[in-house]
Structure formats: C-alpha cells, structure tokens
C-alpha cells in the first residue's frame, strides 16, 4: 500500500463542490475541524444539573466541585480516612480534605481532577494554591444568575437536558408550584425510582394519590401509566431515562419487566417520546462509599436489539458503561434505526477511552450517533467537559477526514459544519424532536 505524504495530500485541481475556503491538506483541514469544534454549540442532553428555578439543587463553587463524587472516591485511595469519619464531618472540611489530597499531597492526574484544574484556571485562580480560601472567595462573590450565563459562555452550552425524578419532595415543590423554567434547561423524566426499587416507589405513588400497590395488578398498571401521563404533561420531557444493572434482562421475569413492559413501552409509543436505556451500573459496589462506591459491569447487548427488535415503534437512546460494550452497541445500531447510542458515560469519559470509542462509532456508524453528554452535576463542569470532550471529538473527526481526503475526497467546510452541528445537537434534537 503507497504511504501518502503530506504533499501528496494536496489537491491542487478543483474538486466537485469544493470551494476556495475548503480544506486541501491536512494541516489546513486539522485547523478548520478544531475552529468548526470550537465554535459549535452543544446541546447536552445528559446532565444532573437543575435551572436556576430549582433554588439549591443547582450546584455549583469550589466545594460542590471538590465533593464530586468522582473526587471522593478517588480521595479514598490516597488517604487514610475512615468512610464514616469523612461523612460526619461538614461539606467544607470534606472539600478542604479532597484539595490536600488529591491536589496538594499529590498530582492531579486523573480526568476529575483535571477537571478542576482546568475550571479554576479558566477563572485565573492559583491551580497550586495550598488551601481553598482564594477560591472560595472567588466564588462567594458571584452572582449566580450571571455565573451561569458565563460559564454557558465559556463551555458554549445553549440547551441542557436535566435529570428530573417525579418522586423526590423538592422537585415536585418546584414543578407543581407552576415556575416558568428557564428554556434552556429541559426535563428528562428520570424512572429509577419505579423501575429499580418500585417497593419503596409505591408510598410515593400513593401520596400523589394514585392507587398502586406492590403486586402489579391491572389498576396499578393503569395508575402508574397515569401517573406518568400526567408528569409528562406537566415536566414536557426530553425523553424517559433508566439506569440499569449490567445483568438487565429483556424481556425479564421481573417486577421491572413488567412496569418496562405494559408501563413504560406503551406510555412512549402514545406520546411518542424516546427512551433512554443507561446500562452497565452495579449500584453500591462498595455500600460505605455512598454515591461514590457504584461500579460496573459488562452486558449482554443482545438485550437492546431485542427490545429495539420488538418495539419498532420506539426509540431508544442507549449508553452502555462497560467499554466492552462499545464495540457491539454500534454493531445493533447499523441494524436498528430506532437506536440511537449516546455518551461515554462515567467511567467511560477519560481521554484514551472516549478517542477509543469516538472512533470506532465514526468508523461505524459515520455522523449516525450523539457523542457525548456531560453528566455534569456542577455547573462548572460543564467547562472542562466540554472542552477536553470538543478536542477529542475533534481528533476523532479529523482523523475520519483525514481518511476520505486520502481516499481522494476533499472535505469541504460547510459540509465540516454540518456535521458538527449534527454530531453536538442536531442528531439529537431531531431524535426527540426539539
Ligand atoms: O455519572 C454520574 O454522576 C453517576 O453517578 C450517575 O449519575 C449516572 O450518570 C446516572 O445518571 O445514573
Ligand atoms: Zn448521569
């Protein structure tokens, strides 16, 4: 096979549609894909961010940034605190604890910790400092309103899905007191609470006066329907979304086989509404580290082409945690168009595993799938995110491109463009119709 060079790269002659702005090496066409990347704006269709109308439940400062989740555990590997002696101690003296370990005492390698790095640096804060009081300064003297519209700014976010749970006390206070939402923001009705633990679910079905009960007779499969019915009318939801375990069965002889069954499908297919399938997760891995301590696990994918097989009349956004996963979920996705794989979830979006799978799915399915989502669940997040997220779909792109301009197609800009619209929020927003 000839090795091409560079300069055998250029096409000096015109190419069918390609104009003077297009790219005609390699050099030019990395500049044009990095400026195109830049410059897209992201419609983030995963994240466990809240608009400003739900008061305290939007996080965001220094100390909700050293308490992720993510930092926590990774605090335990380098410290000797007890998981019980760091949970009784105030969120302040966690965060001043995770910043002398992870920070201080140690390099910041990992991709959360990076994440801070970069978020303190983007705001001209000492990214060396020995304590946390410059920054918590620093934020203390924001205004939240304008915070946020400058970190949108900065990540260039225009529209953000939520993660919204129709059984939790301070959500419902806030979507049943009638506030406009800020448009940017928009529900995903969030069903872990039915699905995964549907005997504790039942009370809180039954304080919104809907009569369910635990055995899943015909009026609980009706009242839960309606419960729905009337949430999905009230939050207008992006689409339905479950986390679920990495031995996830469909069909599935079980309590959540049947809700996913005669509740869930039939509830999309009437309001047309996608849903979204996260699976891999083993919650409480490590039961002493709360939401720090969840795991994974590998999956059986034939599950998601049976129920794409059986439900042609649903869609189905769907993320797998395991990496050994990726490779056959764009596999089911060339044989079902109502499946639209989504993210490099969690454990997933680190910089060598996400060029990995960014890849593959280009190779794969072309621009025929959503990247990536943030899962941010402090809004400053949303910076490094997006920005460690835009280089590697960059790279991931340009090498795609590099290929065709090989091949002997020039990529011509506007065609650059479209794909990046496409790949940042067009594929979705005409997933879900928005
Ligand atoms: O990524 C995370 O923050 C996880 O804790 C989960 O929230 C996961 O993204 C989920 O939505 O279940
Ligand atoms: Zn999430």
Redesign the pocket.
Known sequence: MTNLTTKQLEYPISQDGAGSGDARDVHELRKQVDEILQKTPVFDL?T?LFAPEFGELNLWGIDELLNY??LIAEMFRFSSITPSEFWALEKTKQSDLIWQTLFVENTPLSEATRGVVSVLNTFGLDTRAKDLRESREFFAAQNPADFIERVLKIANVTDIGM?NDPLDEAEIKVWKSGAKIDSRFHAALRL?RILNGWTDAVPLLQKQNYEVSANLDATTIGETRRFLDDWIQLMNPLYLGV?LPDDFAYPEESIRGKLIKEVVLPTCKEHGISLSL?IG?RRRVNPALK?AG?GLGRTDVSVVARICEENPDVKFLVTFLSRENQHELCVVARKFANLMPFGC??FLNNASIVAEITRERFELLGTSFIPQHS?A?IFDQLIYKWNHSRQLIADALFKSYKGLLEDGRIVTGKEIECDAAKLFSGNFRSWVAK
């Open positions: 995963h466990h989740h993510y993660t872990d986390s996260m997760v939401l969840d979830w969690w899962d669940r």
